[in-house]
């Protein structure tokens, strides 16, 4: 059915950039938001960025000024350019969606598998 599927994950510098990708696939009707978690080695998964399909961001503090959130709503497509990147910035990144497909009549929350990014000092 729903499926989510991120991509761009690497080993990289500090000071360097990746741009992760997510694409949804399925019979899905309207996506609500997109968005980026992470969780770091012995720490929780949190919130690193999320858009809605009006085009409103939110960032987690750590990130804000360097990571960048963006949409592609013909393609279900959500992206996270990641510019000066940190070591404290590695972590496992999942890609979540807020959307309505042949699921249900409502929003539903679905992941992705994660994608790795690792930054080295």
């Known amino acids: 059915q729903v499926q989510l599927v991120e991509s761009g994950g690497g080993l990289v510098q500090a000071g360097g950039s990746l741009r992760l990708s997510c694409a949804a696939s399925?019979?899905?009707?309207?996506?609500?938001?997109m968005g980026w978690y992470r969780q770091a080695p012995g720490k929780q998964r949190e919130l690193v960025a999320a858009?809605?399909?009006?085009?409103?961001?939110n960032y987690a503090d750590s990130v804000k000024g360097r990571f960048t959130i963006s949409r592609d709503g013909a393609k279900n497509t959500v992206y996270l350019q990641m510019n000066s990147l940190k070591p404290e910035d590695t972590a496992v990144y999942y890609c979540?969606?807020?959307?309505?497909?042949?699921?249900?009549?409502?929003?539903?929350?679905?992941w992705g598998k994660g994608t790795l990014v690792t930054v080295s000092s």
């Open positions: 979540n969606a807020d959307l309505v497909s042949a699921a249900g009549p409502y929003g539903m929350d679905y």
């Open positions: 399925g019979i899905i009707f309207s996506i609500n938001a």
């Open positions: 858009i809605t399909s009006g085009g409103s961001t």
